[in-house]
């Protein structure tokens, strides 16, 4: 399969801490995103970084990318109650027509 | 332009029947996709279309499952002969551009199939 994998599947934290989710891929992207998905809503475009990039910020929100690595992290900072959600990476994969495959996610709680 | 809009939000059908689901993108979008997502499952890759043309149709989908976007605006989603394997929720997003750019997605179509 080519889907990110994603690590780790669940995380519980408590508010004000920081939370990490990594993703892993196979082949060569184009670029890769993060999105966020509330219970029963649609999914949320976080942050875009593509395959020249090392690292972008968004307010609370650092992605980085190692492409040697073949893997991306995002890092919430000072995590609030509202941050629960499921965070999902999606790779757009070089010389696959731009197409937009989806990992299977990573389930944030943020306990107050 | 309110978002990408999905129709039904919500769909009981009858294993067997044929049910249709409708996205309509934002305006300006020239790709649009079609995803299935399970309760704790990530989007799974159904179809995409860039303008009119259907690019890519995903391997794992059957025959049942059929899309359209006949003038570029608008898609549908069609599966013929609903099975309980097919229950699920259906979501659309779209995008400018080829794929370098972030997707926005609807709120989806949940289907069931008793």
């Known amino acids: 399969s080519q889907q990110g994998e994603e690590d780790p599947q669940a995380l519980s934290i408590q508010e004000g801490e920081n939370a990490t989710m990594n993703c892993s891929y196979k082949?060569?992207?184009?670029?890769l995103q993060w999105y966020r998905q509330n219970s029963g809503r649609g999914l949320v475009h976080l942050i875009l970084?593509?395959?020249?990039?090392r690292e972008k910020h968004s307010g609370r929100l650092r992605v980085t990318l190692d492409t040697s690595k073949k893997s991306s992290s995002l890092l919430i900072t000072a995590s609030r109650a509202a941050d629960t959600a499921s965070y999902f990476c999606a790779t757009v994969f070089y010389n696959q027509g731009g197409k937009l495959i989806f990992g299977q996610g990573t389930e944030l709680s943020v306990k107050p | 332009d309110t978002g990408v809009s999905q129709d039904p939000r919500h769909k009981i059908t009858k294993r067997g029947q044929n049910v249709t689901f409708r996205c309509d993108p934002i305006s300006e979008h020239n790709r649009l996709y079609w995803y299935r997502q399970t309760l704790g499952q990530g989007p799974e890759f159904l179809t995409y279309f860039q303008n009119e043309a259907q690019l890519e149709k995903s391997r794992l989908l059957s025959d049942r499952f059929s899309a359209e976007r006949p003038k570029g605006s608008f898609s549908t989603l069609e599966i013929q002969r609903t099975e309980q394997g097919d229950s699920a929720m259906y979501l659309c997003?779209?995008?400018?551009?080829?794929?370098?750019?972030?997707?926005?997605f609807g709120q989806g179509t949940r289907l069931t199939v008793v």
């Open positions: 082949t060569s992207i184009n670029n």
């Open positions: 997003a779209s995008s400018i551009g080829q794929g370098n750019t972030e997707a926005f």
């Open positions: 970084i593509r395959s020249n990039e």
